[in-house]
T-cell receptor, first 113, second 114 residues
Framework: DQQVKQNSPSLSVQEGRISILNCDYT??????FLWYKKYPAEGPTFLIS?????DKNEDGRFTVFLNKSAKHLSLHIVPSQPGDSAVYFC????????????FGKGTKLTVNP | DAGVIQSPRHEVTEMGQEVTLRCKLI?????LFWYRQTMMRGLELLIY????????DSGMPEDRFSAKMPNASFSTLKIQPSEPRDSAVYFC????????????FGQGTRLTVV
């Protein structure tokens, strides 16, 4: 049973436009959510996170939105750059992140010049 | 800090052989996670430790897999005997147990069992 779902395996956008990556979760105990970015042959690297007490967190070009009632979060990248091309993983955890991270299967983002 | 260090980066072994993957945590971190990445299942948690104690090993596929933390900064994941279906990229990650913190990943070990 997948507790964290990323239903879009891939996404392609033009440079300068907005990229929106989506993630759904089923476990109501999750209270901390993270996005990781992964380049080929490298480990995932942390990008941005959000606690369940917030509905938005922004860091430069990256914004994560959380809709607890819908059990849905999204990552917005504006403007998208070719260097953003990577696989993006959504992850969730209980107890404020001190419990194990459960990952989605990832969305491959391609930003075309 | 050099980050989470995994070795080897690549391992090719024959079916039936023992394989040992190694991981050095970031200094000061007290949680350790082993993940496996495959095309079919994505990133799945195999086991995680907190303060050297295994907390959840429900993701360990079967008895052929074992993980240890002989000390606070080092962990091994052993597969004995290995099978072709174990071929995957294995990641180790570490974190410091506190609220609202992320885990840091190593670069992974790509295991191929032929």
């Amino acid at each position: 049973d997948q507790q964290v779902k990323q239903n879009s395996p891939s996404l392609s956008v033009q440079e300068g436009r907005i990229s929106i990556l989506n993630c759904d979760y089923t476990n109501s105990m999750f209270d901390y959510f993270l996005w990781y970015k992964k380049y080929p042959a490298e480990g995932p690297t942390f990008l941005i996170s959000i606690s369940s007490i917030k509905d938005k967190n922004e860091d430069g070009r990256f914004t994560v939105f959380l809709n607890k009632s819908a059990k849905h979060l999204s990552l917005h990248i504006v403007p998208s750059q070719p260097g953003d091309s990577a696989v993006y993983f959504c992850a969730a955890s209980a107890q404020g992140g001190s419990e194990k991270l459960v990952f989605g299967k990832g969305t491959k983002l391609t930003v075309n010049p | 800090d050099a980050g989470v260090i995994q070795s080897p980066r690549h391992e090719v072994t024959e079916m039936g052989q023992e394989v040992t993957l190694r991981c050095k945590l970031i200094s000061g971190h007290n949680s350790l996670f082993w993940y496996r990445q495959t095309m079919m299942r994505g990133l799945e948690l195999l086991i995680y430790f907190n303060n050297n104690v295994p907390i959840d090993d429900s993701g360990m596929p079967e008895d052929r897999f074992s993980a240890k933390m002989p000390n606070a900064s080092f962990s091994t994941l052993k597969i004995q005997p290995s099978e072709p279906r174990d071929s995957a990229v294995y990641f180790c990650a570490s974190s410091f147990t506190r609220r609202n913190t992320e885990a840091f990943f190593g670069q992974g070990t790509r295991l191929t069992v032929v």
